[in-house]
């Protein structure tokens, strides 16, 4: 059986299975309560049994009231097509295709930008992530949080992912300020208002709970279904570890030092500059009473070295300053009501 078969017949096998009692005609004016919002690359295999999933689930918690954004990041295999098979048998599946793959982080932000939901759910398309979840995240979010974050307890995942993952976690919670135990879980649920406050980008899709608490968002999570992965293989290489570090410094500063630059390089050059101040005062005085020479003492060139190194720290903090104060997003703010 060639592609172009395989994809019809995934359309008629959800086509039969839809009920036509609870499609929205289009133009219908009613306000979504629920957009899910699913990044993916190659999972031909899982979008059919995915849709049903999320139509029975989506349906007993909101009704006729949701849409499900699918968003192709540069897919080679016949994903989009089985979509448009979806979309034809019911307009509430929905999908933006990307010309290559650009990463998670855009495809989460075009669907955030797209989503009308007065609740957003993120997902991942490989079946791992349990729509059943749905439900429970909803409650969540509707006991007043902003925020919901999947914790996959039991994961089935190799050691050579779990092991990393709990490092990781551990050291962004401490360097974020907030304590979760898997920022990385797909599964997630956002209010309208906090999803499209988020400005994700690069890989910062593993640090939206941070970003949110540093927002002011008040953040949970709650413990969801893993499940094994049951067709293809993980699109995330090793490469996501060291990105992942350089991602969380990223997130760091641009959290607690964005409007204040000169507070951190401001504190790392006057340490630098108290240090070698230090160290060749402490060298004049022994060459005052003439116990060295400081033509001989590399540690005299050290401390000419930290003040130096201080000194730039301190003008980098300044021109940082100079560029907030004349940036047009200076006065950008997260706003949580007005009367």
């Known amino acids: 059986m060639d592609n172009k078969e395989q994809t019809k017949d995934y359309q008629t096998q ?23 919002v699913i990044p993916l690359l190659n999972e031909e295999e899982s979008l059919v049994e995915l849709s049903e999933k999320l139509e029975k689930h989506l349906t007993l918690v909101a009704k006729s009231l949701w849409e499900v954004i699918f968003v192709d990041d540069g897919s080679s295999d016949q994903s989009y097509s089985i979509i448009t098979g979806l979309n034809k048998s019911d307009k509430r599946f929905k999908a933006i295709r990307f010309r290559r793959n650009y990463g998670k982080s855009a495809a989460l932000s075009v669907g955030f930008e797209r989503a009308s939901g007065d609740i957003i759910i993120t997902m991942d398309a490989d079946l791992q992530d349990d729509p059943a979840e749905i439900p429970n995240l909803v409650s969540k979010i509707e006991q007043g949080y902003d925020l919901v974050s999947g914790w996959k307890m039991k994961r089935y995942d190799p050691i050579s992912k779990t092991l990393p993952s709990k490092l990781f976690n551990r050291v962004t919670s401490l360097a974020s300020g907030i304590k979760l135990h898997d ?13 499209k406050s988020l400005h994700v980008y690069g890989e910062m899709h593993r ?5 949110a608490h540093q927002d002011g968002f008040l953040v949970t999570e709650i413990v969801v279904q893993h499940h094994p992965r049951k067709h293809g293989h993980s699109k995330f290489g090793t490469a996501r570890f060291f ?17 204040k630059p000169l507070h951190l390089f401001g504190l790392f050059g006057f340490l630098s500059v108290f240090c070698g101040l230090a ?3 402490y060298l004049l005085v022994e060459w005052l009473l003439g116990n060295t020479y400081l033509s001989n003492r590399p540690l005299a060139i050290f401390g000419l070295v ?16 100079m560029i907030v104060k004349n940036s047009p997003m200076t006065n950008v703010y997260s706003i949580r009501e007005t009367i």
């Open 14 to 36: 959800f086509k039969g299975s839809c009920d036509s009692g609870t499609r929205v005609a289009e133009g219908d004016d009613e306000k979504l309560k629920i957009s899910v």
């Open 183 to 195: 920022f990385n879980c797909g599964l997630k649920a956002y209010r309208r208002d906090c999803a």
């Open 207 to 211: 640090f939206l709970p941070a970003l």
């Open 243 to 259: 990105n992942g570090f350089f991602d969380l410094i990223t997130v760091v500063f641009v959290t607690r030092f964005f409007k």
């Open 279 to 281: 160290i060749d005062g």
């Open 306 to 321: 930290l003040i130096v190194v201080g000194i730039q720290f301190i003008s980098m903090g300044l021109i940082g300053e």
